[in-house]
């Protein structure tokens, strides 16, 4: 597959042994490359919008560590707080100035979250705010949406069952089918099915977790209406709407997606781009629910690594960086440049092609309508994303090795960076569309 010029010797060497040590050579699942074939780069080195692998090869990254890295990677002003808070001493378990900081930046830009808790990661944030919504409405259910990820706690890890309205199905083995079927699956922007959801369990959903711009199946903005039905279907119900802004927060603008679209959700998960590429992750919201959680209320929560200070000073340094002004709009031109070279590469190539973003954020669909749920997502042709995907990765581009995925800017994109992405886009797409 592709030109294959790029010497992947010491990777090949690297990844060997890597996989006799990890399930599949990894620490998380997308990166051994199932969906595309081949064997991934092992990844020296990282700088501004590009990464290294130990071969020497240079890539112009879009996968940013799956969003964290919105100033590209190791961001000046980020190392420099990272050593300080380092030499300071690296965890206490105790409190600190440093998660008050952080928690201050948050707290301005979004509203909505008036109380919070740091943890470590997404998947902790959204198992907490599901543990807080139970407790606040004595409710067991959750309803989430298919193509939705939350994270890998076992209720979030359930897809839709067999039929409309019936109970969700483990999506992963291990997961208790007791477990499971308390949560319901529904499709994306498919507000009706919300209703019939409440319809038929009116007094048993404890919350509704949405990602409110959909990243997990690929970039999947929300219908209009979509948001503001469910705000409205969970207030009728007494249930706690969860907004997953775990890519989203600090991405799509300062005050996330619940700002663009202005709707306040009751409690919001946070992640990725707040502890600027170090583990992190937060949830938070009205004063009235996070008074639930421990020691305040009887909601258990807890970590030895919370408000971790070389996790707290990258996020403080990132956000701070994130606050001046311009950064959003300027962030949206190079999506705009980049989706505008994506159309013109598939229209010369004749290839179909759905180009979906919000700001820096985005997907190429390989397919002829618009995605506005998981079924539609599926149908894209991902053979030929795979194809696509190699030939850019023999040019020195790195995009997600999966066609369900976001594909992320950042400030270290520079107009020529952007350009050069588009110019190996051009050949990868006539490349992409020869019949494999
Ligand atoms: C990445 C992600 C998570 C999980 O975060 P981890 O830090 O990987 O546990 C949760 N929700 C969404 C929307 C995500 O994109």
């Known amino acids: 597959m592709g030109l294959e010029f790029r010497p992947t ?36 080195s990282g700088s501004g919008p590009r990464i290294t692998d130990v071969d020497g090869n240079s890539y112009i990254d879009l996968v940013a560590s799956w969003g964290p890295l919105i100033l590209g990677h190791a961001n000046s002003d980020v190392v420099r707080a990272v050593q300080e808070a380092a030499l300071d001493g690296f965890s206490f378990g105790a409190p600190t100035e440093r998660e008050v900081l952080l928690a201050e930046l948050i707290t301005s830009a979004m509203p909505s979250i008036e109380q919070l808790r740091f943890v470590s990661s997404g998947t902790e944030a959204t198992m907490s705010a599901l543990r807080v919504a139970r407790g606040f409405t004595g409710r067991e259910r ?55 959801a409440f319809h038929r369990y009116p ?45 989203t927060g600090f991405r799509v603008g300062l005050g996330g997606a619940q700002e663009r679209f202005g709707i ?25 629910l996070m008074g639930l959680v421990s020691p305040e209320g009887p909601v258990y929560q807890a970590g030895t690594l919370s408000g971790n200070p070389l996790s707290m000073a990258a996020g403080i340094a990132t956000l ?63 053979e030929r994303y795979g194809r696509f995907f190699h030939a850019l990765l023999d040019r020195g581009v790195y995009v997600p090795p999966s066609q369900f995925e976001a594909w992320f800017l950042s400030l270290a ?6 350009d050069a992405v588009i110019q190996a886009v051009g050949e990868a797409m006539s490349e992409a569309a020869k019949v494999g």
């Open 320 to 382: 701070q960086l994130l606050f001046e002004p311009g950064v959003y709009p300027w962030l949206n031109s190079l999506g705009e440049r980049l989706a505008v070279g994506l159309r013109g590469a598939a229209d010369a190539a004749g290839v179909s092609l759905q180009i979906q973003r919000v700001g820096s954020m985005l997907t190429p669909f390989f397919v002829d309508q618009s995605v506005r749920d998981e079924q539609a997502a599926k149908r894209s042709d991902t």
């Open 264 to 288: 306040g959700p009751d409690l919001t998960c946070l992640g990725k781009i707040i502890g600027g590429g170090l583990p992190v992750g937060a949830y938070g919201g009205r004063r009235e």
């Open 142 to 196: 959750i309803l989430k949406f298919d193509g939705g990820y939350h994270g890998h706690s076992d209720s979030l890890l359930v897809a839709a069952g067999s039929g409309v309205l019936t109970l969700g199905a483990a999506s992963s083995a291990g997961v208790p089918e007791t477990w499971a079927s308390s949560t319901l699956s529904v499709p994306y922007n498919d507000l009706q099915s919300v209703e019939d």
């Open 9 to 44: 010797e010491h990777s090949r060497r690297i990844f060997e042994r890597a996989r006799s040590l990890f399930p599949g050579g990894v620490n998380s699942p997308v990166r051994a490359f199932r969906a595309v074939g081949g064997s991934p780069p092992v990844i020296a």
């Open 413 to 418: 994109h520079t107009e020529p960076d952007v």
């Open 203 to 247: 007094a048993d959903i404890a919350a509704v977790i949405v990602e409110p711009i959909a990243g997990n199946m690929g970039v999947v903005p929300p219908k209009p209406g979509f948001l503001e039905g469910i705000r409205a279907i969970t207030r009728d119900y007494g249930a706690v709407l969860v907004f997953d802004e775990v890519i």
